[in-house]
């Protein structure tokens, strides 16, 4: 600790945020919130006592899971219900008390248009024909024999952050989860779609794919088939188990870094077909509008992003000293290769590290050491990705696209810090 204080703290960019080396010595030199508990334990002495946990064997193992009852806090959080869309509706990922990169199962965001159906697997067909040599039928059980592929990759509603769009003023209330919530990242297992095309005999009319799910909404969304012969997955595994109803039980689509609307759930058909379907989805929604009143139709792959969950909206910072800023980037174009973060609302930048594994189309966490000195600062992140895309500001998505649509905004968030040390959401 003696020599951890010795060392200057090193200085990478404005309004005090420090170099990257400064990562590991955190918990020892940091006067923040986490670090200030080690210290006050270090001065009082190891001192044992044996607390009431430790005096008597607790409960045995159980079946299945569940957080602890002191972590019951992070949840997800839903919106209003509307009476004229029974069902529908969304829930926000709690992604400012998450770590690391994954989204456990029970905290995956949820977006539907008709509710969850209940689906018994055994019931339960997905139907292949239109365009094809052979329409084909599979059970659950069928597409349980086909060989498999794992990916980790992010879902994102294409309306995600759209409230920063839509409002002149900043919601000062807002938090990570209220605004950009509508993302999460899992491990997806399931069949490539590919095999399964291959095995109909896809005919050379047909360029595009129609999805349908099996909920009520009937959602249906079209697919280019290039794409889907590329990277699309029918997905029934979620983190290693069989995929939750929210996510589509008993299979959904998956189609990695394209807007979340297209992963038709609870998938039942895919048409091969000459030209779109032209569905209530992609015509009426998941459009956007410019200011000259034209739409951009199909606007599929998420553009590259970033956000800080800690500090962040509604947190408190308890008093001047060291604290970890810490987000997740992504990419609906490739990998993240970096990250930059700003402590000055965007005059200077400094270069945050990234996890060590770095994958394709999937959330990425990122950590830099920063000393709050107790005054004014925005604190920003903005990413890059391996395809040279830099995430944009919000004034430059405004100016170049209007706010009649907020759908795929992927804009530069900014957390302002006063000197009480509240965090508040802020347009920069
Ligand atoms: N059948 C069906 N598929 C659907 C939806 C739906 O309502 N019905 N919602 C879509 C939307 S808008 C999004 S963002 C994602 C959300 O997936 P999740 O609920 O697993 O997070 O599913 C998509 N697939
Ligand atoms: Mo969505």
Redesign the pocket.
């Known amino acids: 600790m003696a020599k951890q204080e010795k060392q200057a703290l090193q200085q990478v960019a404005g309004n005090g945020l420090l170099s990257r080396r400064h990562l590991l010595g955190l918990g020892l030199s940091g006067a923040g919130l986490a670090a200030s508990h080690s210290l006050v334990a270090q001065e009082s002495g190891v001192v044992f006592s044996i607390p009431q946990w430790s005096r008597q064997p607790g409960p045995g193992s159980s079946p299945y899971g569940s957080p602890s009852p002191h972590a019951s806090h992070i949840q997800r959080m839903s919106g209003n219900p509307n009476p004229t869309y029974p069902g529908g509706g969304a829930s926000r990922s709690p992604l400012q008390y998450l770590q690391g990169s994954i989204t456990p199962n029970s905290l ?7 509710g969850v159906p209940a689906i018994d697997p055994a019931g339960h067909k997905l139907v292949i024909n239109g365009l094809v040599r052979q329409p084909l039928a599979f059970s659950y059980e069928d597409l349980l024999r086909y060989p498999m592929v794992s990916r980790i990759h992010f ?1 994102e ?2 309306g995600n952050s759209g409230a920063m769009l839509r409002s002149a003023t900043a919601d000062s209330g807002a938090t990570a989860q209220s605004i950009h919530g ?1 993302v ?1 990242c899992a491990e997806w297992t399931g069949v490539p779609l590919s095999a399964l095309l291959e095995e109909a005999g896809v005919l050379d009319q047909a360029s595009w794919v129609a999805a349908v ?3 009520a ?1 009937s ?1 249906g969304r079209s697919l280019p088939l290039s794409k889907a012969l590329d990277d699309v997955m029918i997905a029934l595994y979620q983190n290693g188990e069989p995929i939750r109803p ?3 039980y008993p299979m ?1 689509l998956f189609v990695p870094g394209w ?3 297209i ?4 998938l039942t058909q895919l048409k091969l077909l000459d030209e779109a379907a032209q569905f209530r989805d992609e015509t009426s929604k998941y459009t956007d509008t410019l200011a000259d009143r034209s739409s951009l139709q199909f606007t599929f792959p998420m553009g590259v992003k970033s956000l800080i969950t800690s500090p962040s909206g509604q947190m408190q910072l308890n008093n001047p000293g060291v604290y970890e800023i810490s987000g997740l980037a992504w990419s609906g174009h490739g990998s993240i290769t970096r990250v930059e973060i700003s402590a000055d609302g965007g005059r200077s930048w400094a270069d945050a590290e990234l996890q060590s594994q770095v994958h394709d189309r999937a959330l990425t966490r990122f950590r830099l050491p920063w000393q709050w000195r107790g005054s004014d600062a925005i604190l920003q992140s903005r990413a890059h990705d391996s395809r040279g895309n830099v995430q944009p500001t919000r004034a430059s998505i405004l100016a170049a696209r209007g706010n009649i649509a907020t759908y795929h905004n992927n804009g530069i968030q900014s957390w302002s810090v006063n000197s009480t040390g509240e965090l508040r959401n802020v347009y920069a």
């Not at 992963?263 to 609870?266: C, G």
């Open positions: 995956h965001f949820e977006r539907h248009h008709a879902l509603c294409s509508l999460s799910g099996a909920d909404a959602m929210e996510q589509g959904r807007e979340g609307n992963s038709v759930k609870w």
